[in-house]
Structures are given as C-alpha cells and as structure tokens.
C-alpha cells in the first residue's frame, strides 16, 4: 500500500538559513508527488508536484524539492528562509498504476526564528 | 478565477442540530474532495466525487454523515445530528480528473471551522 512519512513534526529554522522538510513515500510504481503549504487559518495551497518528468521540481516561493527513488525521499528545500514561510507543510503521494487514493502526510510545521 | 467557495466560513451549533457545509468547486473540474481536519487526526478524506458520482465515501465516519453532488457546481456535506467530537475544520477541494496515470493537482477551499458544543 501506499503511505508516506513527514520525518519531522516541527521544524526551526532562523530568518535567512535554509529549510529542509523531509518526505519518505512508499509506493510500488512510479508516485505523483505533491507538497502543499497551509497557512494559519487558510487553505492548503500546491507548493510542487512532481510527475516523472525532471527530478529536481522547482515551486513557488523558491521552494524546491528533489525526488530520489532509490532513497525514496521527496525533501523540501529553499535556501533562505523568509517569516512569511511559517507555515505546516504536508507532503502528499498518490499513485494511479494502484488506486485513485491520494495521501496525506502527517505535515511539518515550520517555525522562522527572527 | 474565484477558486473553491465554501461556506459558512465558520459555524457554531449544539449538540443535537444538523449542520450543513456547502462548496462551489472551480468551474470546469470534475472531482470534488471533502476533507476534514483536526489536530488529533490530521486531514482525513471524508469523500469525493468524480462527475457528480460519488467514487469513494469509505472515510465518512458513520451514518450521521452525509454528502450530495446534485451537480458540477455544487455539493453539500451534512451532519445529522453533530455530536462535539464532530467539530473540526472541513475543506472542500476540487480537480480537473484527466486520462493517465499523472494524478491531479487538487485545488482546496478556505474550509469551514466548525464548532458543536
């Protein structure tokens, strides 16, 4: 079956040091990825999705992620954290090859240090 | 574009009434999604629905739960009666469902925070 683990619960970080928020998947084929952003009292919002196209996805905000299928792991960077990306993050897999059914990770919650 | 429109944005009722949340997904999608969040639990797919059909419901927690798509531009979620276990925020997404084996990018609503006392 499908699952996917978001390493960390929360994560710190000071205003102008890079972020790294970690994603395990597991799935039998080849996964569609997604990270999406929810901010305080907001909507979740796609940050990158990747499809099997280029590995390395770039998305908004200068958020990037890089699929590594031999480790398994699609992690979210951006080298210089900004106060406006505190936000909880949730890593999302989903593999049609298998089922219609569209995971969720537990999410990250990213607190920016001044 | 208008993006998802759900409303009440927010709801208070007590134990006992029925409450009714509402989306409107983005014109032109044919999936809807109705998910609800708690801090205990996370984000849980209640349901979706693929042209107005619903695909599967096996997340809607019991019988009190109901969900309706009478057509692409509408959908309710219906809780009769709510219990205080209930309150949670409720979002509803929406996608645009294409032929292959990309999965689609779901697009969510500002949710419904509601509250059963």
């Known amino acids: 079956a499908q699952s996917v683990t978001q390493l960390d619960s929360h994560v710190s970080v000071s205003e102008g040091t890079p972020v790294l928020l970690r994603c395990n998947y597991s799935?039998?084929?080849?996964?569609?990825l997604f990270w999406y952003v929810q901010h305080p009292n907001k909507g979740l919002q796609l940050l990158l999705k990747?499809?099997?196209?280029?590995?390395l996805v770039k998305g908004i905000n200068g958020f990037e992620a890089e699929f590594k299928k031999s480790e398994t792991s699609f992690h979210l960077t951006k080298p210089s954290a900004h106060m406006s990306d505190a936000a909880e993050y949730f890593c999302?897999?989903?593999?049609?090859?298998?089922?219609?059914?569209?995971?969720f990770g537990k999410g990250t919650r990213l607190h920016i240090l001044p | 574009d208008a993006g998802v429109i759900q409303s009440p944005r927010h709801e208070v009722t007590e134990m006992g009434q029925e409450v009714t949340l509402r989306c409107k997904p983005i014109?032109?999608?044919?999936?809807l999604f109705w998910y609800r969040q708690t801090m205990m639990r996370g984000l849980e797919l209640l349901i979706y629905?693929?042209?107005?059909?619903?695909?599967?419901d096996s997340g809607m927690p019991e019988d009190r739960f109901s969900a309706k798509m009478p057509n692409a531009s509408f959908s309710t979620l219906k809780i009769q009666p709510s219990e205080p276990r209930d309150s949670a925020v409720y979002f509803c997404?929406?996608?645009?469902?294409?032929?292959?084996?990309?999965?689609?990018?779901?697009?969510f609503g500002p949710g419904t925070r509601l509250t059963v006392l």
């Open positions: 799935s039998s084929y080849s996964p569609s």
């Open positions: 997404a929406s996608s645009l469902r294409r032929g292959g084996l990309e999965a689609d990018t779901q697009y």
């Open positions: 014109s032109g999608h044919n999936s």
């Open positions: 990747y499809t099997s196209a280029a590995t």
């Open positions: 629905f693929n042209n107005n059909v619903p695909i599967d």
């Open positions: 999302v897999v989903s593999d049609r090859r298998r089922d219609d059914k569209i995971i």
